[in-house]
């Protein structure tokens, strides 16, 4: 087993644990590999162990990763970083999700250029600034009505849920208002009916993202080790 694999295998123990305490079903929580700034040959290594669903957070690491690596199976991209509206064209060609929609004219333009492209709706996640941070995309807690309403009538987007990155914490407990903020609001915009995905948990805070109902978990060092 190689070190990427053994840590994929340690990660998904993780989830397990966490879900199990949480009374929930393992497999009710996926993961999601984040691999900026890693080379395509940690990916490939990745998939070999069974992983399948990979996250970028900047478009051309996107677009070079998923021309490097389209002879592998089964593989999905997600987009995770903020994106700008002029690059919605190329991340339709190639994500299955974009977890960061944070704007109406963001919805607007992914929608009609997934629509240009002729391919089935993208699953689009709202990414919600729950902490208010000045720094943070995501939209505004009193602008999610008007963000979601925008998903759902753009004709190439599919609403699927929310997404958060909370305020970092030393003590990954204290990122757990910040999870159950995501779920009030997704109970207060149409309850998991609506919204069934919830984006949220990075390998500092994943079992207290389990905990309050992740159904998405972001993993990037904790499977690939420290940036580069």
């Known amino acids: 087993m190689s070190e990427i694999a053994a840590r994929i295998a340690g990660v998904r123990q993780r989830i397990a644990r966490a879900a199990s305490a949480a009374g929930r079903a393992p497999d009710s929580v996926r993961l999601l590999a984040v691999s900026k700034t890693k080379p395509a040959g940690a990916l490939r290594e990745a998939h070999a162990a069974g992983q399948r669903d990979f996250g970028e957070n900047y478009v051309q690491e996107l677009v070079d990763k ?6 592998l199976e089964g593989i999905c991209w997600h987009m995770i970083g903020h994106l700008q509206r002029n690059k919605a064209r190329q991340v339709v060609k190639i ?5 960061t929609v944070d704007s109406v004219r963001l919805a607007d333009e992914l929608g009609k250029r997934a629509a ?13 600034n729950v902490g ?3 720094q943070k995309s995501g939209c505004a807690i009193d602008a999610l009505g008007d963000v979601l309403a925008a998903v759902e009538r753009a004709p ?3 609403l699927s849920g929310l997404m958060t990155v909370p305020p970092h914490t030393e003590d990954p407990a204290d990122a757990r208002p910040f999870f159950d903020r995501l779920v009030e609001l997704r109970d207060a915009h149409g309850g998991a009916a609506r919204l069934p995905e919830l984006s949220m948990g990075m390998t500092h805070d994943l079992e207290h993202a389990v905990a309050a109902g992740a159904t998405w978990v972001r993993v990037g060092t904790a499977i690939f080790g420290e940036r580069d």
């Open 95 to 99: 994500a299955s999700a974009v977890h």
């Open 66 to 71: 998923a021309a490097a690596l389209a002879d």
């Open 132 to 134: 208010g941070e000045a």
């Open 156 to 158: 190439g987007l599919r």
């Open 116 to 128: 240009d492209a002729g391919r089935g709706p993208l699953t689009a996640l709202v990414e919600v």
